[in-house]
């Protein structure tokens, strides 16, 4: 299990991001701490995989403590969650090594998709010592999967898409059913549905119909 930290003033977020941790398949909550002192503390005790850090503390800067991690050579990890939209601290928490920022208020598909993407990489380089560019790629840049709202028709979400799409390519290839996947990334079948229906029309899945001798017939898929 990824043990995970967050620190977090307001006790409601707090506790709201806690509840998200714990929908997330392979995260551990190792503490969730209202400040900086007690952060520190309990790093001294028992260093965390990833931190969830606020930069609004108060009398205290998430940001600081970002550099601090970075001064003392802790290798921890850190996704920004905050309310600062400016582009000076997004670029200072990039610059000082956070792996992700997160803008208050967001949705549990965005929190989910951080953690996500964390993990594999977190697992990927766990395995091997040394990496080609091509599955660099893959882990940092996501180059085969949808980055843009823009991109999508109405009503469907980048970060739902994501997840589907991830899914499918952690697969053999092989026909598969919406009712398969939505077990797997524990996403509604009908959504689910309705995504892999997009991706057809997109050209990226193929989409085999079988008929059997009763009942409705069978909508299988497969990654073109």
């Avoid at 007690?38 to 790093?43: H, R, T």
């Avoid at 969830?52 to 802790?74: A, Q, T």
């Avoid at 582009?87 to 598909?109: C, H, N, S, T």
């Amino acid at each position: 299990m990824i043990e995970v930290m967050i620190v977090e003033d307001d006790p409601m977020v707090r506790d709201i991001n806690s509840r998200f941790l714990k929908r997330v398949e392979g995260f551990n909550l190792y503490k969730a701490v209202g400040n900086l002192t007690e952060a520190k503390k309990f790093i001294m005790v028992k260093k965390p995989d990833l931190i969830l850090l606020d930069v609004f503390l108060p009398n205290e800067n998430g940001i600081d403590f970002l550099k601090w991690l970075r001064s003392e050579e802790i290798s921890i990890d850190v996704i920004l969650i905050t309310a600062d939209k400016t582009i000076e601290r997004v670029q200072e928490a990039f610059r000082y090594g956070a792996i992700d920022y997160l803008i208050k208020p967001f949705d549990f598909e965005r929190f989910k998709e951080a953690l996500i993407q964390f993990k594999e990489r977190y697992y990927e380089f766990k395995k091997v010592d040394e990496i080609e560019q091509s599955e660099l790629d893959k882990l940092i840049l996501n180059a085969t999967v949808v980055q843009r709202d823009e991109g999508l028709a109405k009503g469907f979400n980048k970060y739902t898409y994501k997840s589907i799409w991830k899914e499918i390519e952690r697969g053999d290839n092989e026909y598969f059913t919406a009712e398969e996947l939505s077990e797997k990334i524990k996403v509604a079948r009908v959504t689910v549905r309705r995504y892999l229906e997009y991706m057809e029309k997109e050209g990226q899945l193929e989409k085999l119909v079988e008929y059997g001798k009763v009942g409705r017939p069978q909508h299988k898929f497969r990654r073109l």
